[in-house]
């Protein structure tokens, strides 16, 4: 998957954990992408915007 102009950011939630976090770009048409921060050229993971905000949704929930 071309993955090309995406924008990475962390969450400002991120900040004090050593580093341990993740990075999302989601300004890429029709896709999220999360990787490993401290990986930026390991593996990426890639989900449709609806069932990113639905995990989204059950993570803030708890």
Known sequence: MELTGAMWRKSTRSSGNGGNCVEIADNLPGLVAVRDS???????????PRVWRAFVAQVTER
Do not use: I, M, R
């Open 38 to 48: 401290k990986d930026p050229a390991g593996p990426t993971l890639v989900f449709g």
